[in-house]
């Protein structure tokens, strides 16, 4: 049975290939949707965006929206942040939630 070093070597290495992976898809799916927008002459609104600049864009405020708050909490190993607010995440599950604080 492999040991915790080596199954955490082993996460990071495939979330390394899921991110290059990620962005090579990502890619290939901009350049498809930018040659279908160019081909059919589609406009954002169309698509459902509102034009930028236009009358009618609302603020955060206006929407009801509440800015998001800053990071209280920082996983060292893959820098993931909580806020301290809403259900905790699972790396911080069970753990002294003082290791975890961030300087700020």
Same mark, same amino acid.
């Given at each position: 049975?492999a040991?915790? @070093?080596?199954?955490?070597?082993?996460?990071? %290495?495939?979330? *390394?290939?899921?991110?290059? #992976? !990620?962005?090579?898809?990502?890619?290939?799916?901009?350049?498809?949707?930018?040659?279908?927008?160019?081909?059919?002459?589609i406009?954002?609104?169309?698509l459902?965006?509102?034009?930028?600049?236009? @009358?009618?864009?609302?603020?955060?405020?206006? %929407?009801?929206? *509440?800015?998001?708050?800053? #990071? !209280?909490?920082?996983?060292?190993?893959?820098?993931?942040?909580?806020?301290?607010?809403?259900?905790?995440?699972?790396?911080?599950?069970?753990?002294?939630r003082?290791?975890?604080?961030?300087?700020?």
């Amino acid at each position: 049975m492999a040991s915790y @070093k080596q199954l955490t070597a082993q996460l990071e %290495k495939l979330h *390394k290939e899921v991110a290059v #992976a !990620r962005e090579k898809e990502m890619a290939q799916v901009v350049a498809d949707i930018r040659l279908l927008i160019e081909e059919f002459d589609i406009t954002a609104e169309e698509l459902g965006f509102a034009a930028s600049g236009t @009358k009618g864009t609302k603020s955060a405020k206006a %929407k009801g929206l *509440k800015p998001a708050l800053p #990071a !209280r909490y920082r996983n060292p190993k893959t820098g993931e942040t909580w806020s301290g607010r809403g259900r905790s995440p699972g790396w911080l599950a069970g753990k002294n939630r003082e290791r975890f604080l961030t300087e700020s």
